[in-house]
């Protein structure tokens, strides 16, 4: 099937404005993380969602940053009033369930790469 | 706050060389381990994970790597490397401190092999 998509891939908006980043998990995965890459730097967790539980959003770097996942699937990221310092790819990746240790493997999306002019 | 350290961040082999990529963790609890790898344009993937038993994980593409818990390591290995190779290497882990859900990353190692 299918794996993990998102859009657009590639996103380039002037500071200031507002960009939505979109992924697609894979059907039937419950868990779906975002995370962000910035240049040079490892990959950073910025919230989790697992099934109708409330996500974990220990990750965002600011209130600037939100995202909900709509019927348990397509996930939308939202940045407010955009900065430079926000440029990076960001990830999305889903896996089958996640409860307790022996969580499934996170399979993840070809990335958004946002550039803040 | 879990942290992962790689400590190459560049490496350059010859095909038939071998391969060790180092990788440590902060963490003390009860972790779970990754590799992770990323080929030019492609979407990252899972190399290999440890979670519990024998220490000797072993991959796809002939990879392993060995968890080391007195020494916070994970360190991954490949005997001969393949021009294939080529590609940028995560280590990752996750733990009882954040739940087991989000992985935390290394800065990730490039490996450039040269046919």
């Known amino acids: 099937g299918a794996g993990v998509s998102q859009s657009p891939s590639n996103k380039v908006t002037e500071k200031g404005k507002d960009v939505e980043l979109r992924c697609d998990p894979i059907s039937g995965h419950t868990a779906l993380y975002w995370y962000r890459q910035s240049l040079g730097q490892g990959l950073e967790f910025l919230i989790y969602f697992q099934g109708n539980s409330a996500p974990d959003k220990s990750g965002l770097p600011s209130d600037r940053f939100s995202a909900e996942r709509t019927g348990g699937s397509v996930s939308t990221l939202t940045i407010q009033r955009t900065q430079q310092e926000d440029s990076a790819v960001y990830l999305c990746a889903s896996s089958l369930a996640s409860s307790g240790r022996f969580t499934d493997t996170q399979y993840f999306g070809p990335g958004t790469r946002l550039t803040v002019l | 706050a879990q942290s992962v350290s790689q400590h190459n961040h560049h490496v350059i082999l010859s095909e038939a060389a071998s391969l060790e990529l180092g990788c440590n963790y902060s963490?003390?609890?009860?972790?779970?381990l990754f590799w992770y790898v990323q080929y030019p344009g492609q979407h990252l993937q899972l190399l290999l994970k440890y979670f519990s038993g024998d220490p000797l994980v072993k991959g796809i593409k002939g990879f392993e790597a060995e968890f080391i818990k007195s020494k916070f390591s994970f360190n991954l290995r490949k005997p001969s490397v393949q021009w294939s190779d080529t590609a940028e290497y995560f280590c990752?882990?996750?733990?009882?401190?954040?739940?087991?859900?989000?992985?935390?990353f290394g800065t990730g190692t490039r490996l450039l092999v040269s046919p």
């Open positions: 990752a882990v996750n733990g009882e401190n954040t739940g087991f859900q989000k992985l935390v």
């Open positions: 963490y003390g609890g009860t972790v779970n």
